[in-house]
């Protein structure tokens, strides 16, 4: 009994030694395409790229168990773009906070007008010898009651009475001011203009911990040496074979470790077996 004790001892001994002594193998990039801080600015495929890095908690909270520090990362750039509009014939556009109505004649137009849309309720309000609202005769036609200093009220045909809108005319190439943007007239055709301007947009791209990212046409994979640094490499096969030594040392750790638990439990269970009194 004495011998399959000091056995299993022996057993766990070597376990434990290999255990604890064993090196875990890390993912560990050489010559990495990137190799940045948090707030630097990166060239990835002809593109300025700026990285940023954060950190966070995960699991624990209030049953007992232990957070995880999380890190993640961003590359973000900025870029120009062209954003288009067409205006449709007889719409109306909205420019220097006034109303405009699209007018274009003929099947092949070379240019297009912009025609006010006057606001005739604010003119009315505004002029304090005019009725509020226009009356229509029982032939159709629109006044606006005005009445002067001595009480007369006269009848003032509509189109008299109202200013002559504005209008501007546009054609392939101009330009105006429209939504705080510099357009150009790009296209008239019989059915609307289309108007062009460039646009400043954000390209964002949010990066994980051994994750594959894909940036213009290239695909990396990423990895976080501490907290406050980002590695990216093409060189993916590489990383696979890392992981997968990783992955192996864990199986092996994890062999060793049932290994001890095992002789160590023998080791006990003889020994308390040896106590056993006999019945004979």
Same mark, same amino acid.
Request: no cysteine; net charge negative.
């Given at each position: 009994?004495?011998?399959?004790?000091?056995?299993?001892?022996?057993?766990?001994?070597?376990? $434990?030694?290999?255990?604890?002594?064993?090196?875990?193998?890390?993912?560990?990039?050489?010559?990495?395409?990137?190799?940045?801080?948090? $707030?630097?600015?990166?060239?990835?495929?002809?593109?300025?790229?700026?990285?940023?890095?954060?950190?966070?908690?995960?699991?624990?909270?209030?049953?007992?168990?232990?957070?995880?520090?999380?890190?993640?990362?961003?590359?973000?750039?900025?870029? &120009?773009?062209? &954003?288009?509009?067409?205006?449709?014939? $007889?719409? &109306? *556009?909205?420019?220097?906070?006034?109303?405009?109505?699209?007018?274009?004649?003929?099947?092949? /137009?070379?240019?297009?007008?912009?025609?006010?849309?006057?606001?005739?309720?604010?003119?009315?309000?505004?002029?304090?010898?005019?009725?509020?609202?226009?009356?229509?005769?029982?032939?159709?036609?629109?006044?606006?009651?005005?009445?002067?200093?001595?009480?007369?009220?006269?009848?003032? /045909?509509?189109?008299?009475?109202? /200013?002559? /809108?504005?209008?501007?005319?546009?054609?392939?190439?101009?330009?105006?001011?429209?939504?705080?943007?510099? *357009?150009?007239?790009?296209?008239?055709?019989?059915?609307?203009?289309?108007?062009?301007?460039? &646009?400043?947009?954000?390209?964002?791209?949010?990066?994980?911990?051994?994750?594959?990212?894909?940036?213009?046409?290239?695909?990396?994979?990423?990895?976080?040496?501490?907290?406050?640094?980002?590695?990216?490499?093409?060189?993916?096969?590489?990383?696979?074979?890392?992981?997968?030594? !990783?992955?192996?040392?864990?199986?092996?750790?994890?062999?060793?470790?049932?290994?001890?638990?095992?002789? !160590?439990?023998?080791?006990?269970?003889?020994? $308390?077996?040896?106590? !056993?009194?006999?019945?004979?």
């Amino acid at each position: 009994m004495a011998v399959f004790v000091a056995l299993f001892l022996a057993v766990a001994g070597v376990a $434990g030694a290999l255990t604890a002594t064993a090196d875990s193998p890390e993912i560990a990039f050489e010559s990495p395409e990137v190799d940045a801080a948090n $707030g630097d600015t990166v060239q990835i495929g002809g593109e300025s790229y700026t990285v940023g890095i954060s950190e966070s908690e995960e699991g624990g909270g209030g049953h007992g168990g232990a957070a995880t520090t999380v890190v993640t990362g961003t590359l973000e750039r900025e870029f &120009t773009a062209e &954003t288009s509009e067409t205006w449709t014939n $007889g719409s &109306t *556009v909205s420019i220097d906070d006034r109303e405009w109505r699209v007018e274009i004649t003929g099947e092949s /137009p070379s240019e297009f007008t912009l025609v006010e849309v006057l606001d005739r309720q604010a003119i009315l309000e505004a002029d304090d010898s005019a009725d509020n609202q226009t009356v229509t005769s029982d032939a159709g036609e629109e006044f606006v009651l005005v009445t002067d200093e001595s009480g007369e009220t006269t009848s003032v /045909p509509a189109d008299e009475y109202f /200013p002559e /809108p504005e209008e501007r005319s546009y054609a392939s190439g101009d330009t105006l001011q429209y939504n705080g943007n510099t *357009v150009t007239v790009d296209d008239v055709t019989a059915d609307g203009a289309v108007v062009v301007w460039e &646009t400043t947009q954000t390209e964002t791209i949010e990066i994980e911990q051994h994750s594959t990212v894909t940036v213009g046409d290239t695909e990396y994979v990423a990895h976080f040496p501490d907290a406050s640094t980002l590695q990216m490499t093409t060189d993916i096969e590489a990383y696979e074979s890392q992981a997968s030594e !990783i992955e192996q040392f864990n199986q092996y750790n994890s062999g060793l470790s049932r290994v001890l638990i095992l002789s !160590i439990l023998s080791s006990i269970m003889l020994a $308390g077996m040896a106590f !056993i009194p006999s019945r004979y």
